[in-house]
């Protein structure tokens, strides 16, 4: 019998198949595999809206405040009381980065000081400051925070919003088409989605409205 070799067709496929193996291990193996912004924006938000539900058992199950305490001028960090929602959660966070979205690169608040600007990335829905849970009947749909700085806003540790700037649903380079011609928002039921700015409203027409409005 003859022994018969490789021929050149079946060897070319032994290097094909070789190449794909060594590029789809080579992440692996270097460990250079990193979750893209998006993901880590979306995580930051379930993090952040993990904080809000710990807050709000300890405080008779009510959101947490907008602007939480005065801060005097004459005051310097670390205040005795939080500022704001921000800063006021951040017990239960333990981490002032996650209050950085990783696409935004305007900030130069080292994430340290709920009162100056860059201390969040993302809003708070000011229509949830301090309303009870039970007050939430669509929680679903019902915008909680979402991801904001455009790099002009007063974002500290009362960064708040009650709808989507006009502006930012004209720019295609704004927070909300941020990641991907949408943004990231997390909801009062605990969930995080992105989504299109049109698909966010102001007010609610119907229950499955995506909206700021609390119903």
């Not at 310097?76 to 239960?92: E, K, L, T």
């Not at 690169?105 to 009870?132: A, H, K, R």
């Not at 991801?147 to 720019?171: E, F, H, I, V």
Request: glycine content about 8%; overall charge neutral; some cysteine.
């Amino acid at each position: 019998m003859k022994r018969r070799g490789f021929t050149l067709v079946e060897a070319l496929v032994v290097m094909v198949i070789i190449v794909v193996l060594a590029l789809l291990l080579f992440p692996v193996f270097t460990g250079r595999h990193h979750p893209s912004p998006r993901s880590t924006c979306l995580s930051h938000l379930k993090q952040i809206g993990l904080g809000i539900m710990q807050y709000s058992q300890d405080y008779d199950e009510k959101l947490p405040l907008v602007r939480v305490h005065k801060v005097s001028s004459s005051a310097a960090w670390p205040y005795p009381m939080p500022y704001g929602w921000a800063d006021a959660v951040q017990g239960y966070i333990k981490n002032t980065q996650i209050y950085q979205c990783p696409s935004e690169e305007t900030s130069t608040n080292p994430g340290t000081d709920g009162v100056q600007p860059g201390f969040t990335d993302y809003w708070f829905n000011t229509n949830l400051s301090g309303v009870n849970w039970e007050k939430i009947m669509e929680p679903v749909t019902t915008i909680w925070l979402g991801d904001g700085n455009d790099g002009a806003d007063l974002t500290d540790g009362r960064y708040n919003r009650n709808s989507l700037p006009l502006s930012w649903l004209q720019n295609s380079g704004s927070p909300a088409r941020r990641h991907v011609d949408g943004a990231n928002y997390a909801f009062a039921d605990g969930h995080v989605k992105w989504y299109k700015p049109e698909h966010i409203k102001n007010t609610r027409a119907k229950a499955s409205d995506l909206s700021f409005a609390v119903r």
